[in-house]
């Protein structure tokens, strides 16, 4: 088996030039040799063509009427010459590709003008006889160089075509390694911007936990949650008050409402939703509440609020219970007292710094991210480009690597 080469890009440009020299370097020549030949082909009929050009407008100014129409055929077919050998410009880079794209042009060309030729020649006949002369001797020399051309080109020159390509798919890995070496760059200058960026958050969120975690706003915390607990814990006690009392707001918004006094009302919907904030406001005692449980006990005993038995019942009873028993006092002192820690929690100078703090490190936090997301989408772009370059050059690293099998018969493997 023969052995294969492992070679890097740059050091597969110069083994390769080095095994194709003795193969490419003669058959290019002769390519560069048959483009400058035809080249000269072209210039010497497209002289021929302005001859012809020349002459018949020379004709057509002296109006002779047995001349004058073959004159304008002549200056209109020599105008078509000129115009069609304007369009066939040759290849500056001599390449198989080029040079085939420009023989393929050059024998269309060929094919139109041989059939004007054939066409229009004898309708001009017997004039003109010297100039037709001249350029059918320049048109067929012509003929015989873009002949060879096209020989060459077809026969001898594609047989180089897939070594060409393998140099100039060479030269482009090269390229695209440059490219992905520099894409590697950016992408860590990216990550090196983001690593400082996300450190800075997690600086900041430690700093505001610790602040949080601090004396003045762990001990609001506590007293938030107590105060959670104890509005659960009331909400639960007056349970079987709920509906009652909403019945008794209907029943005093649209008449017959038992003696509902608007203080009483609007404290009625603050034990529905927050009965320590009812406990807080209410003075000792709570007599509001107390003054609306009568009211309620009344307009159960005269069923003016149409509950079923049962929920009276239970709406009584725990009604007695607050009445007789003074049940919700320890209740409203514990409602005041954690009401005036959170106030004066609230109030305190120190409190309000460190709120201050919390405030100030949570907007710079929030920059933060928002400059992070916009760096990691960007790093995104950039990975994805990374990735889907190396792939694109892993494929043009077998594309080459098959083409020297084929056309040198060695295994090369590049790194």
């Known amino acids: 088996m023969a052995e294969t080469l492992q070679l890097s890009a740059i050091a597969l440009k110069e083994w390769l030039e080095k095994e194709t020299s003795t193969t490419l370097s003669p058959v290019q020549a002769q390519a560069k040799k048959f483009r400058d030949e035809t080249n000269h082909a072209i210039v010497t009929l497209n002289d021929v063509c302005k001859v012809l050009l020349e002459n018949s407008t020379k004709e057509i100014e002296k109006r002779n009427t047995n001349i004058y129409n073959r004159a304008r055929a002549l200056n209109k077919l020599a105008d078509i010459f000129i115009e069609r050998l304007a369009k066939l410009p040759s290849p500056e880079q001599v390449t198989y590709d080029a040079l085939s794209k420009y023989n393929i042009e050059a024998q269309k060309t060929l094919i139109v003008t041989e059939v004007d030729v054939r066409n229009w020649f004898p309708k001009i006949s017997p004039f003109f006889i010297m100039d037709r002369r001249k350029f059918l001797a320049v048109y067929e020399k012509s003929k015989q160089t873009f002949g060879m051309m096209n020989e060459f080109v077809t026969k001898e020159y594609v047989k180089t075509k897939t070594l060409q390509e393998t140099v100039q798919m060479v030269n482009d890995l090269q390229n695209l390694e440059v490219k992905l070496s520099n894409l590697k760059v950016e992408i860590e200058n990216v990550k090196n911007e983001r690593l400082p960026v996300e450190q800075k958050i997690t600086e900041l969120e430690q700093r505001t936990g610790e602040l ?132 004066q929690l609230l109030a305190s100078t120190h409190m309000g710094e460190i709120k201050q703090n919390i405030s100030t490190f949570e907007d710079q936090v929030n920059q933060l991210r928002a400059r992070k997301a916009s760096i990691e989408a960007y790093e995104a772009v950039k990975s994805k480009g990374h990735q889907e370059l190396y792939s694109e050059i892993n494929t043009r690293k077998r594309a080459i690597e098959r083409n020297i099998s084929t056309s040198l018969t060695k295994n090369v493997h590049i790194t």
């Open 212 to 343: 949080k975690a601090a004396g003045p706003i762990d001990q609001l915390n506590l007293i938030t949650n107590e105060i959670v607990t104890l509005n659960n814990d009331l909400k639960n006690t007056l349970r079987h008050l709920q509906k009652p009392f909403i019945k008794m707001q209907a029943l005093a918004t649209f008449g017959g409402g038992g003696g509902v006094t608007p203080d009483e009302l609007r404290m009625i919907n603050i034990y529905l939703e927050d009965p320590v904030e009812a406990l807080k406001i209410e003075e000792l005692g709570y007599p509001i509440l107390k003054q609306t449980l009568e009211k309620l006990c009344v307009m159960l005993k005269d069923d003016k609020l149409k509950l079923k038995t049962d929920k009276a019942r239970k709406a009584e009873q725990s009604s007695v219970e607050i009445l007789s028993k003074n049940l919700l006092d320890s209740a409203q002192e514990k409602c005041k007292s954690l009401s005036a820690q959170k106030r």
